[in-house]
């Protein structure tokens, strides 16, 4: 799940002073529950009462602001992704040019047409396409150079090579791209991700009607899963991680962003370090997320999906990658990842049952039942319109998402506990600061 929250740059509207108005003014939300309600929370606070009723009150006031964010995504996925934005009427001359970077390492699922969506980008300016390869024996570059045959109008290279500025090997693979693009507006997109020919343009109309923005991201979006570690996987991401992703970027009151699908100025980089300062992370998407914003550069959003194909090939492997995950964030944005199960639905919706049972009697299978049955309604409806379709089983995906929800609080607690991760066959140990050294 994502765990900090983002400027929603122009696109987020109405939405934030509704949101601003609920995060500012909590007593107003209180107020619509009922005056009933609002008077015995007067009573618990001013005369002391068991602190069980405090803590109760507490639980519904998360319980409706995480109901909140689940009404804001679908809000956002209705303007943004539902009804997609049309170009922008300007003169092919306004467009800057922009440098594609690919970073590759070994075969993805699919690749042939993960790369060659660079390729089929409607764009009315010219396009560099930088593919970054470490070993000069790497099956990647087979795949990479038949596009650039199959493509001559496309200026497009291999560069191989590598730069070791730290322990984080996409940063070490990208450096020579980042050195040698000509153009200062790049998109930084992973080898394992297709986007739609409509992508660029649209991004780029986004950059020149708001020349505050610096970042340009695009949502994770898994698509045909071939075993049950992959519909896991899915299900996390159409769902549970989209849905949080949309809401907390409409938020809007600090950087989150991850980075499979990125646009950013080169100069704003190297205004922040350039690429090799983050070297030392292996979360280097959130770090440069959060450096760019300190340094006054806003990020947002297109309606575009940064597509993959769902690559898991085993349960075990889906586990591996959600401890990773988690143990990562904990070391980057500890607070939230600490959190994090408050905003599942079996904890809260339990700890919701018992608040309502608490105060006011209600029958807390009841309330879990109904809880739980909403919760899965709501995640439905927001796979189905953002997936303009069902399933190809409905059987499999609910399946899945049963189980994603059941195994998101004990993974959650195996991450909590550990301070390493394995990635790519490497061992990596963290430090307290969010940097990592390798051990194996």
Same mark, same amino acid.
């Given at each position: 799940?994502?765990?900090?929250?983002?400027?929603?740059?122009?696109?987020?509207?109405?939405?934030? @002073?509704?949101?601003?108005?609920?995060?500012? /003014?909590?007593?107003?939300?209180? *107020?619509?529950?009922?005056?009933?309600?609002?008077?015995?929370? /007067?009573?618990?606070?001013?005369?002391?009462?068991? +602190?069980?009723?405090?803590?109760?009150?507490?639980?519904?006031?998360?319980?409706?602001?995480?109901?909140?964010?689940?009404?804001?995504?679908?809000?956002?996925?209705?303007?943004?992704?539902?009804?997609?934005?049309?170009?922008?009427?300007?003169?092919?001359?306004?467009?800057?040019?922009?440098?594609?970077?690919?970073?590759?390492?070994?075969?993805?699922?699919?690749?042939?047409?993960?790369?060659? &969506?660079?390729?089929?980008?409607?764009?009315?300016?010219?396009?560099?396409?930088?593919? #970054?390869?470490?070993?000069?024996?790497?099956?990647?570059?087979?795949?990479?150079?038949?596009?650039?045959?199959?493509?001559?109008?496309?200026?497009?290279?291999?560069?191989?090579?590598? @730069?070791?500025?730290?322990?984080?090997?996409?940063?070490?693979?990208?450096?020579?791209?980042?050195?040698?693009?000509?153009?200062?507006?790049?998109?930084?997109?992973?080898?394992?991700?297709?986007?739609?020919?409509?992508?660029? =343009?649209?991004?780029?109309?986004?950059?020149?009607?708001?020349?505050?923005?610096?970042?340009?991201?695009?949502?994770?979006?898994?698509?045909?899963?071939?075993?049950?570690?992959?519909?896991?996987?899915?299900?996390?991401?159409?769902?549970?991680?989209?849905?949080?992703?949309?809401?907390?970027?409409?938020?809007?009151?600090?950087?989150?962003?991850? +980075?499979?699908?990125?646009?950013?100025?080169? /100069?704003?980089?190297?205004?922040?370090?350039?690429?090799?300062?983050?070297?030392?992370?292996?979360?280097?998407?959130?770090?440069?997320?959060? #450096? $760019?914003?300190?340094?006054?550069?806003?990020?947002?959003?297109?309606?575009?999906?940064?597509?993959?194909?769902?690559?898991?090939?085993?349960?075990?492997?889906?586990?591996?990658?959600?401890?990773?995950?988690? =143990?990562?964030?904990?070391?980057?944005?500890?607070?939230?990842? $600490?959190?994090?199960?408050?905003?599942?639905?079996?904890?809260?919706?339990?700890?919701?049952?018992? #608040?309502?049972?608490?105060?006011?009697?209600? &029958?807390?299978?009841?309330?879990?039942?109904?809880?739980?049955?909403?919760?899965?309604?709501?995640?439905?409806?927001?796979?189905?319109?953002?997936? =303009? +379709?069902?399933?190809?089983?409905?059987?499999?995906?609910?399946?899945?998402?049963?189980? *994603?929800?059941?195994?998101?609080?004990?993974?959650?607690?195996?991450?909590?506990?550990?301070?390493?991760?394995?990635?790519?066959?490497?061992?990596?140990?963290?430090?307290?600061?969010?940097?990592?050294?390798?051990?194996?």
């Amino acid at each position: 799940m994502v765990v900090a929250i983002v400027q929603g740059g122009h696109d987020a509207g109405t939405l934030n @002073d509704f949101v601003n108005a609920a995060m500012i /003014s909590p007593p107003s939300i209180l *107020r619509g529950v009922s005056n009933e309600t609002g008077r015995r929370i /007067s009573a618990t606070l001013g005369n002391g009462e068991s +602190g069980a009723d405090l803590a109760a009150y507490c639980v519904l006031v998360l319980a409706l602001f995480q109901w909140l964010l689940i009404f804001i995504s679908h809000c956002v996925l209705q303007r943004r992704y539902v009804k997609s934005r049309p170009f922008v009427d300007r003169p092919s001359e306004a467009y800057p040019q922009v440098t594609i970077i690919r970073p590759l390492k070994g075969i993805d699922m699919d690749m042939h047409r993960t790369l060659e &969506s660079s390729f089929k980008q409607k764009y009315p300016s010219e396009v560099e396409i930088l593919f #970054a390869v470490e070993d000069p024996e790497d099956p990647a570059i087979k795949v990479a150079n038949q596009l650039i045959v199959q493509y001559p109008k496309v200026q497009a290279r291999v560069l191989i090579g590598q @730069d070791n500025v730290g322990i984080n090997p996409k940063i070490n693979n990208m450096l020579k791209a980042f050195a040698q693009t000509k153009n200062d507006l790049l998109w930084i997109c992973d080898s394992n991700v297709y986007t739609d020919p409509g992508t660029l =343009r649209r991004s780029v109309d986004l950059l020149l009607d708001n020349r505050r923005l610096g970042v340009i991201h695009h949502v994770i979006f898994s698509e045909s899963p071939k075993t049950f570690g992959a519909m896991l996987d899915h299900a996390f991401l159409v769902t549970n991680h989209c849905r949080m992703y949309l809401a907390i970027n409409a938020v809007g009151i600090a950087s989150c962003l991850m +980075g499979k699908s990125n646009l950013y100025y080169k /100069s704003a980089l190297e205004s922040v370090g350039g690429l090799e300062s983050f070297g030392q992370y292996l979360a280097e998407d959130n770090m440069i997320g959060q #450096a $760019l914003w300190h340094a006054g550069w806003d990020h947002t959003m297109t309606g575009d999906l940064a597509c993959q194909p769902a690559d898991i090939g085993s349960f075990a492997e889906y586990c591996s990658r959600r401890v990773r995950w988690v =143990r990562t964030r904990k070391y980057n944005v500890t607070f939230a990842t $600490l959190c994090e199960p408050l905003t599942e639905s079996i904890l809260l919706g339990a700890l919701t049952a018992w #608040a309502l049972h608490h105060l006011y009697a209600c &029958s807390i299978h009841a309330v879990l039942g109904i809880f739980f049955l909403c919760w899965f309604g709501m995640d439905m409806v927001f796979f189905y319109r953002i997936n =303009r +379709g069902p399933p190809p089983s409905w059987f499999w995906f609910v399946l899945a998402w049963l189980c *994603r929800e059941a195994l998101a609080l004990p993974l959650w607690a195996i991450a909590i506990v550990g301070n390493t991760v394995v990635w790519r066959g490497r061992k990596f140990q963290f430090h307290m600061n969010g940097t990592v050294q390798v051990i194996t």
